[in-house]
């Protein structure tokens, strides 16, 4: 891990400029240039003197070299405006362009930095991270150490989605997706759902885990008994069910969802008659066979202005003192009740 960049004082900067710490302390705190005292030549030495010193991390200092723009940073480690992705990049990069425009800062998108093997690189040379007073990241998955250098150099930036990549404390704003996926399950199981299948993608990402996880402690507590199936088997879902005596199917998300039941559709099983689908991921927008789906309703037009908002305070605190601040938060998905899962499972074992 990189090492924390150390502090340079303010006596240091004086002694480069050849002014006194009182001035460069009053040049500090002229956010505006308009302290008549301080002539624009001894403005331009102290501002060298900082620029010699690299001194970036200290709030103050970044006003000093100019870098507080009231810009927000937006860096996407994938494609975020193809259409397969603005299902889930659309409500976060809208929630944080409204949020940016309450408090009147402006937004620089980062997409200089080309897309290789399936992401991008945070400190590729092209990428403009320095113009920024933070950054929101966004990303299914990060570089650990791309997150690690961050945090030693006490870069203010939010991540979206809680971060698993590095133990490292990275500030967060995400998504509780057990919380609802536990009741998801209870709702089965008190409908008389006991036998399901989860239709997972096997992804590695937090978020993944989460639900998996959720899943496979409720298989264990005896709530329900679950297996688990890759996305590629979803044409054997009709077989596995009747295999299992499954009369529920969950998936990972609405796209899963819609193929679940369209191979069961396919192959004559009435939905939700003879099999409830359910799925573990946001539903809004999507419908399969006409009808609309069972699963979450997820906030993340509030995630997003949560973690701009997390960002302005990290931004406007001295990073000494962001240890006092809540950087890791989670908002729970609520659960949506379509028309994909019956409310009971009458004359089923």
């Not at 992401?119 to 299914?140: E, Y």
């Not at 998936?251 to 004559?268: M, Q, Y």
């Not at 009435?270 to 946001?282: C, I, N, R, Y």
Request: hydrophobic share 45%; aromatic share 6%.
């Amino acid at each position: 891990m990189p090492s924390k960049p150390r502090r340079v004082t303010q006596r240091e900067i004086a002694e480069i400029a050849g002014v006194s710490q009182t001035t460069v302390s009053v040049v500090l705190n002229d956010r505006d240039d308009s302290n008549a005292r301080i002539s624009e030549e001894t403005r331009a030495r102290v501002k060298q003197a900082l620029d010699q010193a690299t001194y970036v991390a200290d709030p103050a200092a970044r006003r000093l070299a100019g870098l507080d723009n009231q810009i927000i940073g937006v860096f996407t480690y994938e494609e975020a405006l193809s259409p397969e992705s603005m299902d889930f990049y659309g409500p976060l990069l809208n929630g944080i362009e409204r949020a940016a425009e309450t408090i009147g800062w402006d937004l620089l998108f980062f997409t200089s930095s080309p897309v290789e093997n399936g992401t991008r690189s945070l400190f590729h040379r092209k990428t403009r991270l320095r113009l920024t007073d933070g950054c929101i990241l966004l990303g299914q998955q990060m570089i650990g150490s791309e997150l690690e250098r961050m945090v030693a150099e006490q870069f203010p930036f939010v991540a979206v989605g809680r971060r698993d990549e590095t133990a490292a404390p990275v500030p967060y704003v995400g998504i509780d997706y057990v919380s609802p996926t536990d009741a998801v399950i209870d709702l089965a199981a008190a409908g008389g759902h006991r036998q399901a299948l989860y239709v997972h993608r096997g992804r590695d990402t937090a978020t993944a885990r989460d639900r998996r996880g959720a899943v496979e402690a409720a298989s264990a507590a005896g709530r329900m008994a679950f297996l688990l199936v890759g996305e590629e088997r979803v044409a054997e879902l009709p077989r596995l069910a009747q295999a299992t005596g499954a009369t529920l199917i969950l998936a990972e998300d609405a796209f899963l969802t819609e193929d679940v039941i369209l191979a069961l559709v396919g192959a004559g099983v009435d939905v939700p008659g003879e099999v409830s689908v359910a799925a573990l991921g946001e539903v809004r927008g999507h419908r399969a066979d006409g009808r609309a789906l069972t699963g979450f309703r997820v906030p993340r037009k509030q995630v997003a202005a949560e973690a701009l908002e997390l960002l302005r305070q990290l931004i406007l605190t001295d990073p000494e003192e962001w240890a006092d601040l809540e950087t890791q938060r989670l908002l729970v998905a609520e659960v949506e009740t379509g028309e994909t899962v019956v409310a009971r499972a009458e004359g089923r074992s």
